[in-house]
């Protein structure tokens, strides 16, 4: 059985881990007979970010509005359809890239759909989930419940005996831009529609890049600056207050993963054309994308006026057949984690390789 593992990290955030038998406070890892459990995930040290950092921002993005809006997994189920799409994309991506990790961290891991395709890809590697919304790690786990008594089910059907105790995979509740793991816990962090929450990426980055270990694999994607285009559009028109986030550019991303210390990022992007019979259905998709958690977005609701003028001017946008068009501009990247180039407090770090002459 699996129980709860509690820690609370800097920022005072309570994160949960679900990956040991006993239940005990993170400080207390050490002591305790699950020691080997706990150092396998990583799960000894806090984020080395320092509190003197400089507030770099990309949009006044709110934490914990973010928490609070995927903390109702049933609000955001409608707009799995378009995280399941994407995901089968970066798959085929994945594909062509040969590594075997050992320990995968998916960041802002959701309902746990990628776990799944993920063990299924790398069946001998162990997984940590994280994700910021404690609930969504709750479907998670009763999804994996469901597959693994199936699973079970099945196998003793066939008399097959598995080498595996357990198909579960080990969740954390915590902000990916301040990970509770040691430096170079894991060999690939993937990363599905998550990256374009966070305030700061650049921030995010830099901390996907202390946890994997040199030659580690990063692999992600998020909404690009075209993403919701038309309601932006209609909304600068109208004069509304349907604020939509600013998305950041494919090139920014690049020289993020560069500064972070990655070598060679590799970026391409799309761009996905969703079609609506009705205004109100476009803008529950958007909702259940995921809404609007700026900090300086309106606190009041709307007038009927207003929604009224919005939805007006979307009529206004239909095509020949009758339908809406919404825009997702989706940005693909990977890059391996590169040597260090400097040590902690800033000096240079020389790597000589041995060649035989």
Known sequence: ???????????????????????????????SSNELAYRRFGLLMASSSSPQEPQRVSAPISLAQIRRLFSRPERVAQSQFLRREIAGRMFERLSLIKINPEQILDAGCGEGDDLLTLSQHFPRST????????????????????????MQRLMRVLRVRSQRLSAQSALVCADFGQLPLKAAAMDMVWSNLALHWHPQPHRVLAEWARVLRVDGLLMFCCFGPDTFKELREVAAVTGTHARVLPFVDLHDYGDMLVDAGFAS?????????????????LLADVRAFGGNPLQDRSRGLMSRQQGQSLSRALEQRVDRDGRLRLTIEVIYGHAFRARPRTTGTGEPIVHFDRRKI
């Not at 919304?133 to 479907?139: F, N, Q, R, T």
């Not at 990022?265 to 259905?281: A, F, H, Q, R």
């Open 1 to 31: 059985m699996v129980s709860l593992l509690r820690y609370t990290a800097p920022n005072n955030f309570m994160a949960v881990a679900l990956i040991a038998h006993d239940v005990c406070p993170l400080s207390d890892a050490l002591h």
């Open 127 to 150: 997984l940590l989930g994280l994700d910021a919304a404690l609930p969504m790690l709750s479907k998670t786990r009763q999804r994996e419940a469901r597959s693994w008594s199936g």
């Open 265 to 281: 990022p590799v970026m391409d992007m799309e761009k996905l054309n969703i079609t609506y019979s009705s205004v109100e259905k």
